[in-house]
């Protein structure tokens, strides 16, 4: 029988939970950060926690930027208990009533959100939606709020339909599959070396009720949760033989990947355990668990983030040891989770030839308590000596490729110059006038945010809907106005990218971009933030001051934003002066010298007009902190996909540029004349663009986050 593929299972939306508060007063605030689930909604996740399908990637500023100092005093003055936790404040639940609390601070306040969640009850909403519910209760003279006055937030009858189909999947894969120990030893032997799990033993899989769906030859990962810790989910796992020795993982969950907030592993661990060891994959959880004996759970995304809705299922434990995996992004991430932890109680494998991922270590038999003993703690000191950089230095040394950051699958020559896409970093990017700034900024982006770039993008010049037709557009590679049939195919696949748009639209104030681009780094571990374009924050009340101070300081505030957060930042900026017959300059930008010192890197796209080629662009690096290379090359484009391409081989050669960029475009100009001829003949046979990563060049097709190579 046809059986649920990665692709059918990725083809319903899940559907949300919600409900709603019934009190005097209406609930107004929409929850933090999110667009509106409705007005003051709050979520009752069931396990099937989801956003609305049209709304899960906006982010709006944060209502009031709520301090921890701010809740704690609104606690004190409604004499509210609470415990000082490592990410949350833990509180009594006030929807559970008070005789029949089984754990007494089971309500969880994030401390840097001040969203809240009941573990009892899985009711969740925003600090203002707390605040009302406690105000409801003291005007009533109650002191619980019955889970039952949440109403059940009406669902439309295709997110009903959506929701069932999704539990019936769950059910239906669940009950066909088979635990290990029921298979015949030799069937069990071969699918463990399909996945590498040889030394897993069925003892470990069947502790962690960990199956085989048979019809796909997919390891099966059970989510239980609730109070009742019942099946909200499952996710499937299959390898793929590559024909070399090595094996590729694909990854499909019901619910969906954005919507499945699993920590595999949690129902194992009992309320007394204090430690804990973090993973990245359900593999290496059953490694850790079964070699070292201590208690393990793995993220539900692999690295690439950290939910805040989990951090109280976190909160019991004194030491947890990061083990996310073997590289160098797994180390970063596993350095930023550290402080959404507390970095006081973490400590972090550093990858290595002696340390590879839990599953790798326990293949080569090597010793877990040491390596999670030898673990660095994560709290780090502000003057360290050469001793305590020293491994770090060799790791940089070792891993150059990965220490150049994460590699374009589309522009080959912005990686042969920038090496590749960095956290931390400032880029500056600027055109002239209509140039196409957004349009190639839009799928060099896309093509990070494909890669694993978590993305958020802020366009205060085009709508989202637009900017978003954009993406949409470049991301199929086809115009879907003419193919409408394929728009759900393409969308759903969309859906799964790691992208999030902000809410605004046109002048914005500094500090509430820098606010909201915050708060989203820390709800959804951005790696990337795209601001289109920095004149919408220079205001209008600055005119009389020196617009090129105001440039200064917020490209200053952008840049000390990208370094304390890890995040890497692009900045769209008009250029200062436009002269049609030459070519923009780094000084065509700036302010001040000062201003071009701030940015890592400066990008330009050149428009040069030409009469052959009318849509010709060339893009000019003009700086490159990492390594210093600059150069320019040339780039077409296509109208109908609106991307971006290096015109066919041979035609023009990246050039690194020793001299003036003048000089080098002018050249590009004269040989367009005589090869606009050969293109005409090379364009019939121009064959489609491929994606290259890793070893493979796969097809046109690209990747998606969701499913997650290694080996
Ligand atoms: N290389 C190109 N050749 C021709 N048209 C292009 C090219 N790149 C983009 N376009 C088209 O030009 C229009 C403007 O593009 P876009 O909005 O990206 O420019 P921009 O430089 O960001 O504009 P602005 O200066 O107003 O911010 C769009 O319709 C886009 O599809």
Redesign the pocket.
């Given at each position: 029988p046809r059986v649920a593929t990665p692709r059918l299972l990725h083809q319903r939306p899940s559907p949300p939970l919600c409900a709603r508060l019934l009190t005097r007063r209406p609930l107004h605030r929409p929850p933090c950060g999110l667009e509106p689930r409705g007005e003051g909604y709050f979520l009752a996740h069931g396990g099937t926690r989801a956003f609305k399908k049209d709304a899960k990637s906006s982010v709006e500023a944060p209502v009031s930027p709520t301090t921890i100092t701010d809740i704690k005093q609104y606690l004190r003055t409604k004499e509210i208990p609470f415990h000082d936790g490592y990410s949350c404040l833990h509180t009594p639940s006030i929807f559970v009533e008070p005789s029949a609390r089984r754990d007494s601070f089971s309500l969880f306040v994030d401390k840097t959100t001040g969203q809240f969640l009941c573990k009892d009850t899985l009711v969740e909403g925003s600090w203002e939606d707390l605040q009302d519910c406690l105000e409801v209760m003291q005007k009533e003279e109650q002191d619980f709020l019955s889970p039952r006055v949440l109403l059940g937030y009406p669902e439309s009858v295709e997110e009903q339909e959506d929701r069932e189909w999704e539990l019936r999947e769950v059910q239906r894969i669940w009950s066909s599959s088979v635990p290990f120990s029921d298979l015949p030893e030799d069937e069990a032997q071969l699918i463990k070396t399909m996945f590498q799990i040889t030394k897993i033993s069925n003892a470990t899989l069947k502790r962690f009720g960990v199956r085989l769906f048979k019809p796909t030859k997919s390891l099966v990962f059970p989510w239980f949760g609730g109070p009742d810790s019942s099946l909200k989910g499952v996710k499937l796992l299959s390898a793929q033989s590559t024909g070399t020795d090595k094996v590729i993982y694909n990854e499909a969950t019901v619910p969906k990947c954005n919507s499945y907030y699993n920590l595999f592993g949690l129902p194992l661990v009992g309320r007394m355990d204090a430690e804990v060891v973090l993973t990245g994959h359900e593999l290496d959880t059953l490694a850790v668990s079964q070699a070292a004996g201590l208690p393990s759970v793995a993220l539900p995304r692999g690295f690439s983030c950290l939910p805040p809705i989990l951090l109280p299922y976190l909160e019991q434990f004194k030491r947890v040891t990061l083990w996310l995996g073997d590289d160098i992004r797994s180390w970063e991430a596993s350095k930023i989770y550290s402080r959404k932890l507390g970095l006081r109680r973490c400590s972090l494998v550093r990858p290595g030839e002696s340390r590879p991922r839990p599953v790798e270590a326990l293949d080569r038999g090597k010793n877990f308590g040491h390596i999670i003993k030898s673990s660095i703690p994560a709290a780090h000191k502000s003057i360290v000596s050469f001793k305590q950089l020293r491994e770090d230095v060799y790791g940089e040394l070792v891993n150059t490729e990965q220490v150049a950051g994460v590699k374009w699958g589309r522009f080959q020559e912005l990686n042969r110059i920038l090496k590749g896409h960095r956290k931390g970093e400032l880029t500056v990017f600027t055109?002239?006038?209509?140039?196409?700034?957004?349009?190639?900024?839009?799928e060099v982006a896309l093509d990070l945010c494909m890669q694993g770039v978590n993305t958020l993008w802020g366009s205060f010049?085009?709508n989202n809907v637009r900017l978003a037709k954009?993406m949409l557009t470049q991301f199929a590679m086809q115009r879907l106005e003419e193919n409408l049939e394929q728009y759900d195919f393409w969308a759903d696949k969309f859906e799964e990218l790691a992208l999030y748009f902000m809410t605004f639209h046109g002048q914005q104030n500094i500090k509430t971009v820098l606010d909201t681009m915050q708060h989203a780094v820390y709800l959804y571990d951005i790696n990337h933030v795209i601001i289109?374009?920095l004149q919408f924050m220079m205001g209008q009340e600055n005119l009389s001051v020196d617009k090129f101070a105001v440039q200064d300081h917020i490209i200053g505030a952008f840049r000390k934003f990208a370094t304390n957060s890890s995040c890497h930042v692009t900045l769209?900026i008009?250029p200062r002066k436009e002269e049609d017959d030459r070519e923009l300059q780094t000084a065509s930008i700036f302010g001040s010298a000062k201003a071009s010192q701030e940015a890592d890197n400066v990008l330009i796209?050149q428009?040069k007009k030409l009469v052959t080629c009318?849509?010709?662009?060339s893009l000019q690096v003009t700086k490159n902190r990492f390594d210093g290379d600059v150069g320019i090359f040339p780039?077409?484009?296509h109208?109908s996909s609106?991307t971006?391409a290096a015109p066919i081989k041979g035609r023009h050669k990246l050039r690194k540029l020793a001299g003036k960029p003048e000089d080098d475009e002018e050249e590009a100009g004269e040989k367009e004349v005589k090869e606009v001829k050969k293109e005409k003949a090379a364009k019939a046979t121009k064959t489609p663009r491929s994606v290259k990563k890793g070893n493979e060049t796969t097809p046109q097709t690209p990747q998606f986050p969701c499913v997650i190579s290694f080996g």
């Open positions: 055109g002239p006038t209509g140039s196409g700034k957004t349009t190639f900024i839009s010049e085009i954009i289109d374009n769209v008009h796209l428009e009318p849509g010709r662009r780039l077409d484009f109208k609106l971006f």
